[in-house]
C-alpha cells in the first residue's frame, strides 16, 4: 500500500521568495514520485516527476524536487515565487513496478502568494 | 493535438436523475481513471480501466458506474444512488508506469 502526506493544506509566502511545500510518501516498493499543479477550475498538470537516476528533478515553471530514500521525502521548492505560481499543488506516488490502479495523490497544498 | 477532452465543463441537474460525464482522449493510452475531487479532500478514485471490456472499482465507486467500449472512450455515469453527487470530476489516462494526464473536469451541481 501507498500513502501521500502533504504538510500544510495552505501556505503562503511573499512574492520573490522561496517557495517550499512539503511531501513524504510511504510505499513498501520503490516508487515513482510525481508534483502536479491545479489551476482553479481546471485538470492536474504535471510539474515533473522522479522515476530512476538523478535524484535531483528541474521542471517547469523554475520547479523544481529532490528524493531522499532516507526520508521518503520529494518536496517541491522554487527560489523565487511569481504571482502566477499561485494555485494548489498535489504530490503523487506510484509503484515502480507498475500499479494498476494508477497514482495515490496527497490531499494537496493550496499556495497563496503575497505581494 | 493529443489530449484528452471532458464535456461538459459544467453541469446541472436534480436530484434523482442520472447523468454521463464524457471523457475522450487520442493518446492511444490503455489505462483511463476517473477521480472526484472535492475541496480539502484532494482526488479520489472513482473507477479505473486498464483495457476495453474492462474495468476495476476504485476507493469510491458505490453510485457510479463506467464503461470501457473503445479504448479513446470511458464514460462515467453517476446514478441516483450516489448521496452526495454535487462535486469537481477529473478524467485521466497514462501509458502504462508512466505519468497520469489529465482532462479539465467537468463541474457537477445537483439540486
Known amino acids: 500500500a501507498q500513502s501521500v502526506t502533504q504538510l500544510g493544506s495552505h501556505v503562503s509566502v511573499s512574492e520573490g521568495a522561496l517557495v517550499l511545500l512539503r511531501c513524504n510518501y510511504s510505499?513498501?516498493?520503490?516508487?515513482?514520485l510525481f508534483w502536479y499543479v491545479q489551476y482553479p477550475n481546471q485538470g492536474l498538470q504535471l510539474l515533473l516527476k522522479y522515476t530512476t537516476g538523478a535524484t535531483l528533478v528541474k521542471g517547469i515553471n523554475g520547479f523544481e524536487a529532490e528524493f531522499k530514500k532516507s526520508e521518503t521525502s520529494f518536496h517541491l521548492t522554487k527560489p523565487s515565487a511569481h504571482m502566477s505560481d499561485a494555485a494548489e499543488y498535489f504530490c503523487a506516488v506510484r509503484s515502480a513496478l507498475g500499479g494498476a490502479d494508477g497514482l495515490t495523490f496527497g490531499k494537496g497544498t493550496h499556495l497563496i502568494i503575497q505581494p | 493535438d493529443g489530449g484528452i477532452t471532458q464535456s461538459p465543463k459544467y453541469l446541472f441537474r436534480k436530484e434523482g436523475q442520472n447523468v454521463t460525464l464524457s471523457c475522450e482522449q487520442n493518446l492511444n493510452h490503455d489505462a483511463m481513471y476517473w477521480y472526484r475531487q472535492d475541496p480539502g479532500q484532494g482526488l479520489r478514485l472513482i473507477y479505473y480501466?486498464?483495457?476495453?471490456?474492462?474495468?476495476q472499482k476504485g476507493d469510491i465507486a458505490e453510485g457510479y458506474s463506467v464503461s470501457r467500449e473503445k479504448k479513446e472512450s470511458f464514460p462515467l455515469t453517476v446514478t441516483s444512488a450516489q448521496k452526495n453527487p454535487t462535486a469537481f470530476y477529473l478524467c485521466a489516462s497514462n501509458l502504462q508506469g508512466g505519468e497520469q494526464y489529465f482532462g479539465p473536469g467537468t463541474r457537477l451541481t445537483v439540486t
Open positions: 510505499s513498501s516498493v520503490p516508487p515513482y
Open positions: 480501466s486498464q483495457i476495453v471490456n474492462d474495468f
